[in-house]
């Protein structure tokens, strides 16, 4: 059975930094490209940062410079380090298999508020 478990969400100040994590089981991790999702009320999805099987990686503009993704393929873990986090990064962030998006974790709630 495929598992994503996102963990590392909570309440940040405007400027500061989070470090998502998602443990991943089920399949072969490293055969698979793997994306960051968030998702907020009115803004809708919106793909925040992309790694596929050979550490490509791919940003968003609204967070280019300021996201940094990463994957551990001996621990089967993907990371997404979040610097200088601002208000409209707020939102429940997903860890997604593959940019086809087949398998979604719960998701985990990110608050960037003073």
């Known amino acids: 059975e495929v598992q994503l478990v996102e963990s590392g969400g909570g309440l940040v100040q405007p400027g500061g930094s989070l470090r998502l994590s998602c443990a991943a089981s089920?399949?072969?991790?490293?055969?698979?490209?793997m994306t960051w999702v968030r998702q907020a009320p009115v803004k809708g999805l919106e793909g925040v940062s992309g790694?596929?099987?050979?550490?490509?990686?791919s940003y968003a503009d609204s967070v280019k410079g300021r996201f940094t993704i990463s994957r551990d393929n001996v621990k089967n873990t993907l990371t997404l380090q979040m610097d200088d986090l601002k208000p409209e990064d707020t939102d429940v962030y997903y860890c997604?298999?593959?940019?086809?998006?087949?398998?979604w974790g719960k998701g985990t709630l990110v608050t960037v508020s003073s």
């Open positions: 089920g399949f072969t991790f490293a055969s698979y490209d």
């Open positions: 997604v298999r593959g940019y086809v998006m087949d398998y």
């Open positions: 790694i596929d099987s050979g550490y490509m990686k």
